[in-house]
């Protein structure tokens, strides 16, 4: 069985860090956020290929994941000529699957069950099944309404207010049939949401949902990236390096933490990371390889990616930082800022 993970998207609403680290790729503690899918994936073992459907900035993705062995699945790239939307999508890689297949949208975070998924999918008999999250603010998503015996009933992508009758969403995790993609046309851009869903609902094709009642996230804006580690650190989320307990302090081997400097969990210090003297590193932050914390400086729930260096004295509070940035010494940065890599930020700037 194989799995496609659908991660040809810009991330637009994650820019700038998504600029030059496509979603896939975006950092989750010290790992890419595609082996945390991976992880959920592996949990089945039926699935023997990893497809990423991509298009925008395959090479570095290439690049970062080679060929899926530090992941634990092997992994297939399958790079559309252009953008195909999520259905042209699945139906540019239809010629690498092999029956039924498991379908993931490639920002959402979860720990859901697959083999339960797999196995509901069979026992009804589905043409397709998908997985629903509840939610509190629908319309952000594709709302899904469903019978009592689990029918999807209909399907409204990013609907107007007047169109929400329920809180329940299309999460972004679907079983599929392939011999059902004979309705997308090739080399077409085609919505797997606003056309080949509704189309099942209007044939009356045996279209089954799952209500997911564990975790779930798309973490494809800064608020929810902020708010997935938070998930972690506290334990909401069973994900690695917290795996599910409110956290501690996590400090990798080969992180330097100078005497003076104080950490207060749930944090995490990853390996290569420097705190100098009298830093303060509170609960939430999260500070990537190889970067510097100057002495005296405060990190109060911030991420950090690799290689940046904050100056002595500088106030991190919840901003989140791309890759190599210089923070000035005594900048203030708030929860409003969000740094493209390699910004530089002079001394005793005061933002967000
Ligand atoms: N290969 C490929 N090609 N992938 C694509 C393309 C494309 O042209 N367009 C989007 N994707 C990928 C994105 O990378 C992302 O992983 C996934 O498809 C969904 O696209 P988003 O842009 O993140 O959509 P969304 O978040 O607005 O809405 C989708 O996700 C919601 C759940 O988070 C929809 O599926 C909604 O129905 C759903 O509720
Ligand atoms: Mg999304």
Not at 74 to 79: A, D, F, G, N, S
Not at 222 to 251: K, M, N, T
Not at 321 to 344: F, K, N, T
Request: proline share 9%; with cysteine; glycine share 12%.
């Amino acid at each position: 069985m194989k799995a496609v993970l659908l991660a040809g998207g810009f991330g637009t609403r994650l820019r700038p860090l998504t600029v030059n680290t496509p979603k896939p790729i975006v950092p989750i503690f010290d790992r890419p956020f595609l082996y945390h899918q991976i992880d959920v994936l592996r949990r089945l073992p039926e699935i023997d290929e990893v497809i990423l459907s991509l298009n925008y900035q395959p090479d570095r993705i290439r690049e970062q994941v080679g060929d899926g062995a530090g992941a634990g699945l092997p992994i297939r790239y399958v790079v559309e000529p252009e953008p195909l939307g999520t259905g042209g999508a699945i139906k540019f890689s239809e010629p690498h699957l092999d029956g039924t297949t498991v379908v993931f949208n490639g920002d959402v975070l979860t720990g859901i069950d697959l083999a339960a998924l797999v196995a509901l999918h069979r026992e009804r008999g589905a043409r397709a099944t998908i997985v629903l999250a509840p939610v509190d603010d629908p319309a952000r998503y594709g709302v899904v309404e469903t019978a009592p015996d689990g029918r999807v009933i209909r399907f409204v992508e990013k609907p107007d207010p007047d169109e929400i009758r329920c809180n329940t969403i299309n999460a972004g995790i679907y079983v599929l049939e392939p011999d059902t993609f004979d309705r997308i046309p090739p080399g077409t851009k085609y919505s797997i949401e606003r056309s080949y869903f509704p189309s099942l609902v209007e044939r009356g094709e045996s279209f089954v949902a799952h209500i997911e009642r564990g975790y779930w996230r798309d973490i494809g804006t800064p608020a929810s990236y902020r708010q997935a580690h938070r998930d972690i650190l506290e334990g909401r989320c069973a994900a690695p390096p917290f795996a599910g307990a409110p956290g501690d302090r996590i400090v990798a081997d080969g992180a330097a933490i100078q005497s003076g400097a104080r950490l207060e969990g749930p944090c995490f210090v990853a390996p290569g990371a420097t705190i100098r003297r009298g830093a303060r590193i509170g609960p939430g932050s999260v500070i990537g390889r190889s970067v510097v914390v100057g002495q005296d400086a405060v990190v109060g729930g911030a991420i950090l990616w690799p290689e940046t260096v904050v100056g002595d004295g500088a106030v991190m509070r919840q901003a989140i930082v791309g890759h190599r940035c210089r923070i000035g010494a005594h900048a203030e940065l708030g929860p409003s800022v969000v740094l493209g890599d390699d910004s530089q930020v002079a001394p005793y700037t005061r933002a967000g």
